[in-house]
Each structure stands twice: as structure tokens, then as C-alpha cells.
């Protein structure tokens, strides 16, 4: 379930929005992740909604599975918070301030989050593209499940940092193996996709690595 203090970065009239699922972290950080995209474009015809969700182990996960670090598992609330982005979130966002172009909605995340935009693309053509920066794809069974659907979001950018397949745990270190096939599945399947290196393990940076993948949107795919 999503908590409905949406904060609105930007112009909120663009008809180009980008929806971050966030958690308290997250908001802390987006007075730099703001300063980011703006480093990282060249455009302020943007729009960025950050969604608090409440519980991040439930709220962001297609399916249950055992606990990977700590003795919190992990739910199904994926396919409710969705529909509550379709149906509620993007509907407060307003209609845009152009009665001429179609407004484009992207969905952002890190962490679970990131895995969630993913399986979110996977769900619905609603999402013109997916930014998921150091995605949760070591998720058991995410990778059969990429296989086996095809994503519907034209447009895909990943991230991973590369220290982060360096951990003893030994399900997280599969993430790197795991967002490598990753994006080969998303080259067949989408028009548009992208796998960007950052220095640095998973806590390095997550403001800067979602700034990465809006501006790639925004700039048309191309990496600055």
C-alpha cells in the first residue's frame, strides 16, 4: 500500500512524469537527486512524484519468499500497490499542461523498488519507461519470471553498482550475473534499454544513480 503524502518535484504541469516509489531514505535524499537531474539534462520539462510506500518488505514484491537478510520475508503487495498507482496516483497528478501531447508516465525505483518498477512494465503498457537503478533482481525467481513474459514498457535503463555482486550473502551476490542476462532478455524484448555501471556497493550514491536513469529517459537514451 502506498502512502498518499505524494511530494511533486518540478513542473508539475509537464506532461512527462516520472513516479519514484520511495521510502524515508529516499525522501531524504531528493533534494540532491533533484539537483542530479538537473546537473544531468539539459530540460526542465519534467515532473517527478515521490510515492512513500509503507511497508517495503510487502508493498513492492509480486510474490512471498523466504527472508535473504534478517528474519523479515518478503510479500505479494506488488499487483495492490500497481493498481493503486494506476488508479490513484496518476489520476492526483492532474491532466498536464498541454492539451497536444500525450502525457508519458515513467516508473522509478532503487533497491525493491527498482524490482518492482521492472515487474510493473511486465503488468501494464501504462509506463512509457522503467528506470530501475540497482534493481532487486537477485529476487528468487525473478530472472524465470523475465524469461518467460515480455515487458511491455518500450523503454527499460538499469543500474548496478559494481561492488555489489562482492557480498557474502549468497543469494544478493548473484545480482550481478543476474542484472548482466537481465538486460540481454531486455535488449529482445523492448525498443529501448540500457545497463549503466556506478562505482561503488548498494547504499553508494542512490540519488544519483535514479537522477542517472531519468535523464537517460529524458534525454532520449543517451548516456551522458
Given at each position: 500500500?502506498?502512502?498518499?503524502?505524494?511530494?511533486?518535484?518540478?513542473?508539475?504541469?509537464?506532461?512527462?512524469?516520472?513516479?519514484?516509489?520511495?521510502?524515508?531514505?529516499?525522501?531524504?535524499?531528493?533534494?540532491?537527486?533533484?539537483?542530479?537531474i538537473k546537473e544531468y539534462t539539459n530540460?526542465?520539462?519534467?515532473?517527478?512524484?515521490?510515492?512513500?510506500?509503507?511497508?517495503?518488505?510487502?508493498?513492492?514484491?509480486?510474490?512471498?519468499?523466504?527472508?535473504?537478510?534478517?528474519?523479515?520475508?518478503?510479500?505479494?503487495?506488488?499487483?495492490?500497490?500497481?493498481?493503486?498507482?494506476?488508479?490513484?496516483?496518476?489520476?492526483?497528478?492532474?491532466?498536464?499542461?498541454?492539451?497536444?501531447?500525450?502525457?508519458?508516465?515513467?516508473?522509478?525505483?532503487?533497491?525493491?523498488?527498482?524490482?518492482?518498477?521492472?515487474?510493473?512494465?511486465?503488468?501494464?503498457?501504462?509506463?512509457?519507461?522503467?528506470?530501475?537503478?540497482?534493481?532487486?533482481?537477485?529476487?528468487?525467481?525473478?530472472?524465470?519470471?523475465?524469461?518467460?513474459?515480455?515487458?511491455?514498457?518500450?523503454?527499460?535503463?538499469?543500474s548496478l553498482g559494481d561492488r555489489e555482486?562482492?557480498?557474502?550473502?549468497?543469494?544478493?551476490?548473484?545480482?550481478?550475473?543476474?542484472?548482466?542476462?537481465?538486460?540481454?532478455?531486455?535488449?529482445?524484448?523492448?525498443?529501448?534499454?540500457?545497463?549503466?555501471?556506478?562505482?561503488?556497493?548498494?547504499?553508494?550514491?542512490?540519488?544519483?544513480?535514479?537522477?542517472?536513469?531519468?535523464?537517460?529517459?529524458?534525454?532520449?537514451g543517451k548516456l551522458q
Amino acid at each position: 500500500m502506498v502512502n498518499k503524502n505524494i511530494t511533486v518535484f518540478g513542473d508539475a504541469a509537464s506532461d512527462c512524469i516520472f513516479i519514484q516509489m520511495v521510502d524515508e531514505h529516499d525522501l531524504k535524499l531528493m533534494e540532491g537527486e533533484i539537483a542530479a537531474i538537473k546537473e544531468y539534462t539539459n530540460t526542465t520539462d519534467w515532473c517527478l512524484a515521490a510515492v512513500p510506500v509503507r511497508n517495503w518488505n510487502q508493498d513492492l514484491t509480486p510474490w512471498k519468499a523466504a527472508p535473504v537478510f534478517g528474519r523479515q520475508g518478503f510479500g505479494d503487495g506488488a499487483e495492490c500497490t500497481l493498481r493503486e498507482v494506476l488508479e490513484s496516483v496518476i489520476p492526483s497528478l492532474g491532466q498536464g499542461g498541454s492539451s497536444h501531447a500525450e502525457r508519458r508516465y515513467y516508473l522509478c525505483g532503487y533497491s525493491l523498488a527498482g524490482l518492482f518498477a521492472l515487474w510493473a512494465g511486465y503488468w501494464t503498457n501504462s509506463f512509457a519507461g522503467i528506470v530501475a537503478a540497482s534493481p532487486s533482481v537477485w529476487y528468487p525467481d525473478w530472472i524465470d519470471y523475465a524469461r518467460a513474459n515480455r515487458i511491455q514498457s518500450p523503454a527499460v535503463y538499469l543500474s548496478l553498482g559494481d561492488r555489489e555482486e562482492k557480498t557474502k550473502n549468497p543469494v544478493m551476490a548473484t545480482v550481478g550475473n543476474a542484472i548482466r542476462e537481465m538486460h540481454e532478455i531486455l535488449k529482445t524484448s523492448c525498443t529501448s534499454s540500457c545497463l549503466e555501471w556506478n562505482p561503488g556497493n548498494h547504499f553508494a550514491d542512490s540519488d544519483r544513480r535514479i537522477a542517472k536513469g531519468i535523464a537517460w529517459m529524458l534525454n532520449k537514451g543517451k548516456l551522458q
